[in-house]
């Protein structure tokens, strides 16, 4: 009777000491894995190649208006599209989800650029479905547009690639156009994918600047958001790469789930062990409280890649810290339905519409910070939204 | 005798509640028409009725093994977990080919029916809590999961979608597999030696132990067969998806088919109700999802409401049974009251053939 | 280590008020502090021995005191996910409330120093209508509690989003961030007490109090067996109805805390439910009410911590970690139930008279 908890204890410090002994394998294994080679099945040398070059390519278009830019566009006909009374055609919409500020802040813009376009009479009726992070929710959306038979175009933000693909073949058959932006699919039916340059060129933005300003034999901490998910997937490939091939020393990466808490906590536990003097993140989501761990370890600021979050922006700004912006540019979220106005005016819009993507640097911050001093924190520099009639309110009270 | 006596009383009981599902469920389906009606919109066009029974086949799979699991009183968390799990082993053992698909849709139902195995065994030979057994058995999915793939895995042969897309007028072939099954299931409880003793087991383990049940097998039976409708769930959704995906466990599945099932008037603490009226209880949800769809309703409203829903549904049923059942116990205030004469609250109490 | 003679699953229900009527004297104190108070404390001391080796300066202080500031918010719903299990229900409302609180405090103070002690107050009373509400609606409408704490994690979770246009806005002041992230400043060694470890510390004390007390016994008996609590004349709706509002308060102060150390984001509170009762579950508290000590579900508490940090220490990938969890609570909670078989050798261990089956048949009214 007195056996089972000494019994218990003995296997769980077993166990313990078992895993224990073992740590030199997942030592090496997690400094390998973080530095050295990319997961394959998450990198595509040519679309690297590809994406990094697109940075330096000066897009097609006007400059004040991104969001209507393409870098080296093929244009396609939509002719056979063309509506006869646009100002009355239903634009659907099935969004994967509103779950993050990043989303939260792309979907106003776009509504406020239906409202827009709705006033000119460019478009008519504008239908949404939303299927909260759920792929066969998604599936059953896209369906339900078809079904209805009544969409005059159908746009479709995918919420995981591989998924939806099915869908969207199934959308596109029914001879409707379909838009498809931010994460694709593996078809090309649809008229237009519309798209930043990607995450492969996010990743490389970040780590190059990491790699600029540290000096070599510097250590680097990567935080990650989740697994599984291509466009984050991307952003780390690329930045594995480039770490590779610097003399920068990766610590390690970890899933942060974006939460502020998780992320703090992380990072105090490496600041324990030893100096981290770069950050490298696949998405701004709670930049602020990986900083703050450094403030309450009482060490200084690390030289770090955030978003264009404006919670980040702010924090750089105010503590004059060594930091970088990539953007995923958010002003996409106007394009699809400027680009479903021109299909209905039968007008042409490129096949693959790659929009340009920069990040902000230090030079530029003053300027964004002041375009968007009003804004709530977790709200994105470049949404894009600055000429459209609902601003600033639409975005200021939410 | 003891047995057949206590199922067949709570088949009274259950026929009650499953009139009463289905009575709410017209009632919800005119309401909504009309209320779409005023709005200038139509709820039973050709696309609608698709949508409603798309919505409904997913999480009928899932809510008809829940219903056995739950009869028992047990419980199963982890189905959305086996669900991913199984949609991946289909999909990466067929992996296009379609000389494979048997082959793959065996082995996915087999690897569920292993976790089913696993979850009964854990909850009837370690004797722990099924809310803890099958949260940590999806877990341990879960980890495997994120840890053995990164992201979407594996190909489904265009054959194999038709699972999922193909349908007879407005009815999808997967809906007419989950009505199937459904009615394999009622037939199952009704008319099988092994349905009787889960009405038995989640009845009163006990009484059923005393009248020669052996309480642990229906309770692993019951587990097995949940896992593999979450199997089949998942076979549904790699059909759909084309590929196998590991997030979807993040859906919570698991929590909307527990919905389902109480919805359906199945009594969350075992031995009363039956999958006649989860059926209803998934028709529903589902009807609820098409309307707030045609609605375009927030999706955070949507939340809202399924939430409300749930618990004033459940508080009804609670209602119904409770006027049955003495109230005064809540209410000692005068000293002790008489015994409750039906519905014990805690099984340690149940006298013998206590329940209704 | 003897093992504490806990009341066991196959014991005569207990007469409320009187728990020790039927057992020595000796067992009726021994039941009530201890449980499985003394495994987990092991378990516990052990996972920090290994972090030692892997990690000697965890122990030099500072460090310590950033895990008892990561691990208090922790602590604390687990002491009120413990008062509503000992009474025999769930809570698993608590991870929806900690973000709904953290986000209507960043949209209510919106930086504004004036307006921390007024939506401090609003989210207590807040707290506690939902507590109410969540208690009210399992007790009178005799809605399961799964079910009732399903329902207010959906209309919370949706209702908080709704109003904020699905992303958190506004932003917290710093006096309502001093209680998560500072502390007592320049103690020797140890160099800052975090705040949160003394208002986790103040948290578990109180519940042992209230575990001493009248009601905590009335609540503890109300777990093991309501019917023969309402019998004794416990007003079982209100003793649980109370469990509920203490749970969701503390969930509040959880909030506060986990505000304070990190600041707003989009994913704050998401799964803590689940954190919260694995936490309760492997201090030995066993789900369907009745058994188990404050202290043990505090100590479990700090042993899932202890044991995040050790996975992290070790390098292991985070994915690993949901199973090592999954695996973990499966375990603590088949020990606990085989433990309360073996104690009892000479009894038959489930007698007609008095059926048992507390695996399947925990009672959740």
């Known amino acids: 009777m007195r056996v089972p908890p000494a019994l218990l204890a003995g296997a769980a410090g077993l166990a313990l000491v078992l895993s224990a002994c073992t740590t030199d394998a997942p030592d090496d294994e997690a400094a390998e894995g973080a530095g050295l080679s990319p997961d394959e099945e998450w990198f595509d040398q040519e679309e690297f190649d590809t994406q990094l070059a697109q940075r330096d390519i000066t897009p097609e278009g006007d400059p004040e208006q991104p969001w209507l830019q393409a870098i080296e566009p093929e244009w396609t006909d939509t002719g056979e599209f063309a509506s006869d009374d646009p100002g009355e055609a239903t634009v659907c919409f099935s969004n994967a989800s509103v779950s993050n500020p990043w989303r939260v802040t792309g979907f106003i813009t776009m509504e406020q650029q239906v409202e827009a376009l709705q006033d000119e009479g460019r478009i008519g009726e504008f239908r949404v479905s939303d299927a909260a992070d759920d792929d066969n929710q998604q599936i059953s959306d896209i369906q339900a547009f078809v079904d209805a038979g009544d969409c005059e175009a159908i746009i479709i933000s995918p919420s995981t690639t591989a998924t939806l693909t099915p869908a969207v073949e199934t959308a596109c058959e029914s001879g409707v156009p379909v838009i498809v932006f931010d994460r694709g699919v593996n078809t090309d039916c649809m008229v237009t994918f519309i798209h930043p340059i990607g995450g492969y060129a996010y990743g490389a933005d970040a780590a190059e600047f990491l790699v600029d300003e540290l000096e070599p034999g510097s250590t680097v901490l990567a935080l990650r958001i989740l697994p599984g998910v291509d466009v984050l997937e991307h952003r780390w490939a690329a930045a594995q790469t480039i770490f590779d091939d610097s003399e920068l020393e990766v610590l390690g990466f970890e899933f942060t789930g974006g939460d502020g808490a998780q992320i703090k906590d992380l990072v105090s536990q490496h600041l324990q062990r030893g100096s981290v003097d770069g950050i490298w993140m696949d998405a701004g989501d709670g930049a602020v409280a990986g900083l703050e761990a450094f403030e309450d370890a009482g060490q200084p600021y690390p030289v770090i890649a955030g978003e264009d979050e404006l919670s980040f922006m702010r924090k750089w700004d105010e503590e004059d810290i060594t930091a970088i912006a990539p953007v995923y540019s958010n002003f996409q979220w106007r394009t699809p339905v400027l680009a479903a106005s021109m299909i209905l005016a039968g007008e042409e819009v490129p096949s693959e519409w790659v929009l340009p993507q920069e990040p902000i640097r230090e030079e530029e911050l003053q300027d964004y910070l002041e375009r968007n001093a009003d804004m709530p924190s977790l709200h994105y520099a470049k949404f894009g939204g600055e000429d459209l009639p609902g601003f600033p309110e639409a975005w200021t009270d939410r | 005798m003891t047995p057949l006596r206590t199922t067949a009383a709570s088949l009274g009981s259950r026929l009650g509640t499953t009139g009463l599902v289905y009575a709410a469920l017209v009632v919800l389906l005119a309401v909504s028409a009309a209320f779409l009606a005023a709005r200038g919109a139509t709820l039973f066009t050709t696309a609608n009725t698709v949508d409603l029974f798309t919505r409904s086949s997913l999480l009928g799979f899932l809510a008809i093994g829940q219903t056995l699991v739950i009869l028992c009183r047990s419980l199963d968390l982890s189905v959305g977990h086996v669900a991913a799990l199984s949609a991946l082993v289909a999909a990466t053992t067929m992996d296009g080919d379609p000389s494979r698909i048997v082959l793959g849709a065996t082995a996915a139902l087999v690897v569920a029916g292993l976790i089913g195995l696993a979850n009964g065994l854990i909850v009837t030979g370690l004797r722990v809590n099924p809310f803890i057994a099958t949260l940590g058995t999806a877990l341990i999915v879960q980890g495997y999961l994120d840890t053995t793939f990164q992201g979407p895995a594996g190909s489904v042969p265009e054959a194999f979608q038709a699972f999922g897309y193909t349908r007879i007028g407005p009815l999808p072939v997967s809906t007419l597999v989950m009505l199937g099954l459904a009615v394999a299931a009622v037939v199952f409880l009704h008319r099988t030696r092994m349905g009787y003793h889960m009405y038995a087991v989640g009845g009163d383990a006990d009484v059923a132990r005393l009248s020669g049940v052996r309480a642990g097998v229906p309770v692993v039976t019951a587990h097995v067969l949940c896992s593999i409708t979450a199997g089949v769930a998942g076979l549904l959704l790699a059909a759909r998806f084309g590929t196998g995906n590991p997030q979807v466990y993040a859906n919570g599945y698991e929590l909307e088919a527990i919905a389902a099932v109480v919805l359906g008037g199945t009594y969350l603490l075992g031995g009363r109700g039956g999958v006649a009226g989860t059926i209803a209880g998934v028709f529903v949800l589902a009807t609820l999802d098409t309307v707030f769809n045609v609605l375009a309703v927030d999706p955070f409203v949507k939340d809202v409401l399924r939430g409300a829903v749930l618990v004033a549904a459940v508080a009804v049923y609670a209602r119904g049974q409770q006027s049955r059942a003495a109230t005064r116990v809540r209410f000692p205030s005068t000293g002790p009251p008489a015994p409750p004469p039906s519905q014990p609250p805690s099984p340690k109490t149940a006298p013998l053939g206590g329940r209704r | ?365």
């Open chain 3, 1 to 365: 280590m003897t093992a504490p003679a806990s009341p066991t699953p196959s014991a005569p229900p207990p007469a409320p008020g009187a728990d020790g009527r039927r057992r020595p004297p000796l067992g009726a104190l021994s039941s009530m502090p201890r449980g499985g108070t003394a495994t987990v404390a092991l378990i516990l001391l052990l996972i920090f021995v290994v972090i030692a080796t892997q990690n000697p300066s965890f122990f030099e202080g500072p460090p310590l005191m950033g895990f008892a500031k990561k691990a208090a918010p922790l602590v604390i719903l687990a002491v009120g996910q413990y008062l509503v299990i000992v009474s025999g229900e769930f809570d698993l409302s608590v991870g929806s409330l900690v973000g709904a609180q953290v986000v209507i405090a960043a949209r209510l103070i919106d930086g504004d120093e004036a307006m921390t002690w007024p939506v401090l107050a609003l989210m207590v009373a807040f707290g506690l209508v939902v507590g109410l509400v969540n208690g009210l609606v399992t007790t009178l409408l005799r809605v399961p509690s799964i079910i009732t704490t399903l329902g207010t994690m959906l209309v919370l979770f949706g209702a908080v989003r709704f109003w904020t246009g699905g992303a958190p806005t506004g932003a917290l002041s710093e006096a309502f961030r001093v209680p998560g992230r500072d502390g007592i400043e320049n103690v020797p060694f140890l160099h800052q007490i975090p705040w949160a470890l003394l208002i986790a510390a103040a948290v578990v004390v109180g519940g042992v109090l209230v575990m001493r007390s009248p009601y905590g016994r009335t609540l503890m008996a109300t777990g093991d067996n309501d019917t023969a609590a309402a019998f004794s004349g416990v007003r079982v709706w209100s003793v649980r109805t109370l469990a509920f509002m203490a749970s969701s308060l503390l969930a509040t102060l959880a909030a506060v805390l986990i505000g304070g150390y990190a600041g707003v984001t989009a994913q704050v509170g998401q799964g803590l439910e689940f954190t919260a009762i694995t936490a309760v579950v492997l201090g030995g508290v066993v789900l369907g009410g009745g058994r188990g000590t404050v202290l043990a579900a505090a100590l479990g508490a700090l042993t899932v911590e202890a044991l995040f940090t050790l996975f992290n220490q070790l390098y292991l990938p985070s994915t690993i970690q949901p199973a090592a969890q999954g695996l973990i609570i499966i375990a603590a909670v088949a020990y606990a139930s085989r433990r309360g078989e073996l104690r009892l050798p000479g009894r038959p261990r489930r007698r007609p008279d008095h059926p048992t089956e507390h695996t399947l048949g925990s009672s959740r009214r």
